[in-house]
Structures are given as structure tokens and as C-alpha cells.
């Protein structure tokens, strides 16, 4: 992400559009509809490294049904030691952040 603010030398190409350049700050949107959805998980390209999309709703998905009222921080713990390489190297070593938006209210 802070690759997109600085990095001038990637932005500077005048026959082309901000949105065309090697990097841009401008970002892809997309609408969708929430409807039936209890959560939304961002996290790094670490986590996703490690697990696929199915993967991380699956493992919050079973959490909950386990506990309905655990909090969604306690989730991702386990999720963070159940992928952080133990070795610190190879799969599960990159950086890792992730959050989970709560939509159940």
C-alpha cells in the first residue's frame, strides 16, 4: 500500500492515466450486496498465502457455531497460531494482519 503514495518513477508516465500507470493510488471498487452475509474478513496477502478464501470463512464459520459468543478477536488468534509457521520460515512466515467486520448486529 505505501508503495502506491511514493514511488514516483512507477506514476510518471505522461501518455498515460493515473489509473494506467505502472502504480496507482486509485482504487478498484466494488458494490455487492450484503444481504445473508454475517461477516467480512480483510486481511494481507500472509494470510491468504496460507488459506484460501473458503478456507478462513470455513474456519471463522465453525468457530461461531462452536461459540456463539466468543469474540471475533479470539477467532482470529487461532486462526494466526493454526498458520504462523512455527519455524519462521517457508509457508505461513510472511507478515499476517486481518479483521474481521462483524455484520451480525
Known amino acids: 500500500m505505501s508503495r502506491v ?5 512507477f ?5 498515460l492515466s493515473p489509473e494506467e500507470q505502472k502504480m496507482t493510488c486509485a482504487p478498484d471498487i466494488t458494490s455487492i450486496d450484503l444481504k445473508g452475509v ?5 486481511a494481507c496477502d500472509g494470510i491468504w498465502d496460507v488459506l484460501s478464501n473458503q478456507q478462513v470463512v470455513d474456519f471463522i464459520e465453525n468457530n ?12 482470529l488468534k487461532r486462526m ?4 504462523i509457521s512455527k ?14 467486520i462483524d455484520l451480525r448486529v
Open 80 to 83: 494466526f497460531e493454526r498458520i
Open 38 to 42: 454475517d461477516f467480512i474478513i480483510v
Open 5 to 9: 503514495i511514493g514511488d514516483l518513477r
Open 87 to 100: 519455524e519462521g520460515i517457508g509457508v505461513g512466515s510472511d507478515n499476517m494482519s486481518a479483521i474481521i
Open 64 to 75: 461461531l457455531k462452536e461459540q456463539p459468543d466468543v469474540k471475533l478477536s479470539v477467532i
Open 11 to 15: 506514476k510518471n508516465n505522461d501518455k
